[in-house]
């Protein structure tokens, strides 16, 4: 069996030094020391020629590990003060105060303020985290304390095995000495020991370690840690803690990087034979790749504001990586690895305060609309067979494209069309459910063999060869409700595209502009769970040390019930229906988006189509603008059919008509 021997000092350290750079250059290495003195030391410029570049040490899990548990570890003793960024300015009087609101100290934390004192960033990270609402039972420091106790003893020297729910990844060190290294290990055990239910949280090596720079010791770290995972605020979530939590934040960061980032989402679909392999290390690129002042300036933010943080600053890192990439390498060998290299390389691209500017720039729409696409990729997750007790992948998610065939686009085309597809959706194999030379070209028929199946995309080829299309987010059954008038229905998941001559994809427009819409008021009494957080068990096992902190995950069946479409309308109040023209069909034809022209109109025979510019999708006409239909195409991108789900059952199936938005609106 493989160990690490971690042979500790048998004595605390020496006395403490002055650690502040004072007048004649001096520095203390102890962290007790600099947290009497009040700070004065300041951190080095984030320009790529002012700060040394910080090496992040990525150490492999062993399957046991030594600890000398003779010593008793000091205060700051966890870090080697060498490695650790020069400070050169000295702090605000506004940024040393930590008495502002929670929206100053968000604006403190983003313009770097507590990266000027060492002392101030540790008392920050203290009040911050004691705000943090938990649930009710949330192990402390006094808990830690009984529970190392209780497991390593006082012999000199015990072997433990790293918890299971780190699934083998690997663990920065930062700037810590191999005492530091030790202690991580002993909080990740005893969170292990205590969070029975946690089983699968890779980034949970890297939060440890990070907070371990700025503790008192290891108790207050791991108090710290447990009141991450153990908050219950329900607009905020920090640690996924289960694999399918994990996943469904990959796909939720993918589908971001798909609307956000359409000139690196294109390349990488373009490049790579699986964009699911290369978005699954997009918390690896912060905590991992990028060093230690970069990820430390990341950890401000997000213990203010959330995952949320983390998907601006990944996706701020994919838009500048495209940005680097000249247009001679745009045949990139291994953009996973390139990636990578990039963010480990960052310093020689931009400094953490454009990086933080650059992510903050990105406008994403509201905590609600993300939680509601997390909660969407969890259940197909759940459906594609993914559990909250699985530790880690068992086969791949990926769809293997080669062995679905269109007689409109080939393989090529179909890989580029599929990556433009929610990931929800793209788990599942696509299946044919329309075709003109198998059907014949009548609406009444493309009705009945599209009824009851959602989501869809359109694919229509002209007699000129030009090919273009439809992703629709919605089932056709939704054109009954309006009693056979004409109306409008469909989710801002829909989008427009053209394959050839161009290749195109054309989104809602307030994909790009979310801040043109106002967010409908939510009623004081909702609440949105995390989808990462566990909630208390009403039975714990017996027995058990830590049983009356049992947890288990929120069971999702409970929630889906509850669950509004992603991007629905109804979450918004629009400067105008024209914005909210996706889809509508009638006897008399079908029209895909809407407002001063038509994205496409087709007509009953199937045969003479339209396309103009619109104003729901803000596209150019997608062919030539009248055109003759040679082939069509409908294929069905989840699994099976879903002509009146559960989860619009229970929400007593509201119609999304421009009747009842106004309605809505009017109400609200």
Same mark, same amino acid.
């Given at each position: 069996?493989?160990?690490?021997?971690?042979?500790?000092?048998?004595?605390?350290?020496?006395?403490?030094?002055?650690?502040?750079?004072?007048?004649?250059?001096?520095?203390?290495?102890?962290?007790?020391?600099?947290?009497?003195?009040?700070? !004065?030391?300041?951190?080095?410029?984030?320009?790529?020629?002012?700060?040394?570049?910080?090496?992040?040490?990525?150490?492999?899990?062993?399957?046991?590990?030594?600890? #000398?548990?003779?010593?008793?570890?000091?205060?700051?003793?966890?870090?080697?003060?060498?490695?650790?960024?020069?400070?050169?300015?000295?702090?605000?009087?506004?940024?040393?105060?930590?008495?502002?609101?929670?929206?100053?100290?968000?604006?403190?934390?983003?313009?770097?303020?507590?990266?000027?004192?060492?002392?101030?960033?540790?008392?920050?990270?203290?009040?911050?985290?004691?705000?943090?609402?938990?649930?009710?039972?949330?192990?402390?420091?006094?808990?830690?304390?009984?529970?190392? =106790?209780?497991?390593?003893?006082?012999?000199?020297?015990? %072997?433990?095995?790293?918890?299971?729910?780190?699934?083998?990844?690997?663990?920065?060190?930062?700037?810590?000495?191999?005492?530091?290294? $030790?202690?991580?290990?002993?909080?990740?055990?005893?969170?292990?020991?205590?969070?029975?239910?946690?089983?699968?949280?890779? /980034?949970? &090596?890297?939060?440890?370690?990070?907070?371990?720079?700025?503790?008192?010791?290891?108790?207050?770290?791991?108090?710290?840690?447990?009141?991450?995972?153990?908050?219950? #605020?329900?607009?905020?979530?920090?640690?996924?803690?289960?694999?399918?939590?994990?996943?469904?934040?990959?796909?939720? *960061?993918?589908?971001?990087?798909?609307?956000?980032?359409?000139?690196?989402?294109?390349?990488?679909?373009?490049?790579?034979?699986?964009?699911?392999?290369?978005? =699954?290390?997009? @918390?690896?690129?912060?905590?991992?790749?990028?060093?230690?002042?970069?990820?430390?300036?990341?950890? #401000?933010?997000?213990?203010?504001?959330?995952?949320?943080?983390?998907?601006?600053?990944?996706?701020?890192?994919?838009?500048?990586?495209?940005?680097?990439?000249?247009?001679?390498?745009?045949?990139?060998?291994?953009?996973?690895?390139? @990636?990578?290299?990039?963010?480990?390389?960052?310093?020689?691209?931009?400094?953490?305060?454009?990086?933080?500017?650059?992510?903050?720039?990105?406008?994403?729409?509201?905590?609600?609309?993300?939680?509601?696409?997390?909660?969407?990729?969890?259940?197909?997750?759940?459906?594609?067979?993914?559990?909250?007790?699985?530790?880690?992948?068992?086969?791949?998610?990926?769809?293997?494209?080669?062995?679905?065939?269109?007689?409109?686009?080939?393989?090529?085309?179909?890989?580029?069309?599929?990556?433009?597809?929610?990931?929800? *959706?793209?788990?599942?194999?696509?299946?044919?459910?329309?075709?003109?030379?198998?059907?014949?070209?009548?609406?009444?028929?493309?009705?009945?063999?599209?009824?009851? +199946?959602?989501?869809?995309? @359109?694919?229509?080829?002209?007699?000129?060869?030009?090919?273009?299309?439809?992703?629709?987010?919605? #089932?056709?059954?939704?054109?009954?409700?309006?009693?056979?008038?004409?109306?409008? *229905?469909?989710?801002?998941?829909?989008?427009?595209?053209?394959?050839?001559?161009?290749?195109?994809?054309?989104?809602?427009?307030? /994909?790009?502009?979310?801040?043109?819409?106002?967010?409908? &008021?939510? %009623?004081?009494?909702?609440?949105?769970?995390? &989808?990462?957080?566990?909630?208390?068990?009403?039975?714990?096992?017996?027995?058990?040390?830590?049983?009356?902190?049992?947890?288990?995950? &929120?069971?999702?069946?409970?929630?889906?019930?509850?669950?509004?479409? +992603?991007?629905?309308?109804?979450?918004?109040?629009?400067?105008?229906?024209?914005?909210?023209?996706?889809?509508?069909?009638?006897?008399?034809?079908?029209?895909? !988006?809407?407002?001063?022209?038509?994205?496409?109109?087709?007509?009953?025979?199937? +045969?003479?189509?339209?396309?103009?510019?619109?104003?729901?999708?803000?596209?150019?006409?997608?062919?030539?603008?009248?055109?003759?239909?040679?082939?069509?195409?409908?294929?069905?991108?989840?699994?099976?059919?879903?002509?009146?789900?559960?989860?619009?059952?229970?929400?007593?199936?509201?119609?999304? %008509?421009? $009747?009842?938005?106004?309605?809505?609106?009017?109400?609200?």
């Amino acid at each position: 069996m493989l160990q690490v021997g971690l042979g500790l000092p048998g004595s605390p350290r020496g006395a403490a030094e002055d650690f502040p750079l004072d007048q004649l250059g001096k520095r203390n290495r102890s962290y007790s020391a600099l947290m009497s003195s009040g700070g !004065g030391d300041v951190e080095a410029a984030q320009g790529p020629a002012d700060s040394p570049q910080v090496p992040v040490l990525i150490i492999s899990e062993a399957e046991t590990w030594d600890i #000398d548990a003779s010593s008793c570890m000091g205060c700051g003793q966890f870090v080697d003060w060498d490695k650790m960024p020069e400070l050169d300015q000295q702090p605000s009087a506004q940024s040393q105060s930590l008495t502002q609101t929670s929206k100053e100290l968000k604006k403190l934390a983003r313009e770097g303020h507590w990266a000027t004192n060492h002392a101030l960033r540790a008392r920050a990270y203290q009040q911050i985290i004691q705000h943090i609402p938990c649930r009710l039972v949330t192990p402390d420091a006094l808990v830690y304390r009984d529970v190392a =106790s209780r497991l390593f003893g006082k012999q000199s020297v015990s %072997s433990h095995p790293l918890p299971e729910f780190l699934g083998g990844c690997g663990m920065p060190t930062y700037c810590l000495t191999m005492e530091g290294v $030790t202690a991580v290990k002993k909080i990740l055990i005893c969170l292990g020991n205590l969070f029975p239910d946690i089983t699968y949280s890779p /980034i949970l &090596p890297a939060v440890v370690a990070l907070l371990l720079h700025y503790s008192e010791d290891e108790a207050q770290c791991f108090e710290n840690v447990s009141r991450l995972i153990a908050c219950n #605020d329900s607009h905020t979530s920090y640690i996924d803690q289960s694999f399918l939590a994990h996943q469904a934040s990959r796909m939720t *960061f993918g589908d971001l990087a798909n609307k956000h980032c359409p000139a690196a989402h294109r390349l990488i679909a373009s490049t790579s034979e699986n964009v699911f392999e290369v978005y =699954s290390e997009w @918390l690896g690129w912060i905590f991992g790749d990028l060093p230690f002042d970069y990820a430390i300036r990341v950890l #401000d933010v997000y213990l203010l504001e959330g995952q949320k943080v983390l998907y601006r600053i990944a996706l701020a890192l994919l838009r500048q990586h495209r940005l680097s990439v000249t247009s001679g390498e745009l045949e990139v060998a291994n953009v996973k690895g390139d @990636l990578k290299a990039f963010v480990q390389n960052i310093r020689e691209h931009l400094t953490v305060d454009k990086l933080l500017e650059r992510a903050f720039g990105i406008r994403l729409f509201s905590r609600k609309e993300i939680w509601l696409l997390q909660m969407a990729n969890r259940k197909a997750l759940a459906e594609k067979g993914v559990t909250v007790v699985q530790r880690r992948q068992l086969f791949h998610l990926a769809v293997d494209m080669l062995n679905f065939s269109s007689a409109i686009v080939t393989a090529q085309e179909m890989r580029i069309m599929w990556s433009w597809i929610p990931e929800r *959706f793209s788990l599942f194999p696509p299946v044919l459910l329309f075709s003109t030379s198998e059907n014949g070209y009548s609406l009444q028929r493309f009705y009945s063999c599209c009824e009851g +199946y959602e989501p869809t995309v @359109l694919l229509i080829k002209t007699t000129q060869g030009e090919v273009c299309g439809a992703f629709l987010s919605s #089932d056709w059954n939704e054109r009954k409700k309006s009693g056979g008038a004409s109306s409008f *229905f469909g989710t801002g998941e829909c989008f427009v595209f053209s394959v050839r001559p161009e290749t195109e994809r054309y989104e809602w427009v307030f /994909i790009k502009k979310p801040e043109l819409t106002k967010a409908v &008021p939510r %009623s004081p009494r909702q609440r949105l769970p995390s &989808p990462a957080s566990p909630v208390l068990s009403t039975s714990p096992p017996s027995g058990h040390l830590a049983s009356s902190n049992h947890l288990t995950v &929120p069971m999702l069946q409970r929630v889906k019930a509850h669950l509004s479409p +992603y991007l629905a309308i109804r979450h918004f109040l629009l400067p105008s229906k024209t914005a909210s023209m996706f889809m509508s069909g009638t006897r008399e034809g079908i029209v895909i !988006g809407g407002g001063g022209g038509q994205a496409l109109y087709i007509d009953a025979d199937l +045969y003479y189509g339209r396309t103009e510019h619109c104003e729901t999708f803000d596209n150019p006409p997608l062919c030539q603008e009248n055109f003759q239909l040679f082939r069509a195409e409908v294929i069905n991108t989840s699994k099976g059919s879903s002509p009146r789900n559960a989860m619009r059952q229970e929400e007593g199936t509201i119609s999304n %008509s421009h $009747t009842s938005q106004l309605c809505s609106h009017v109400n609200n």
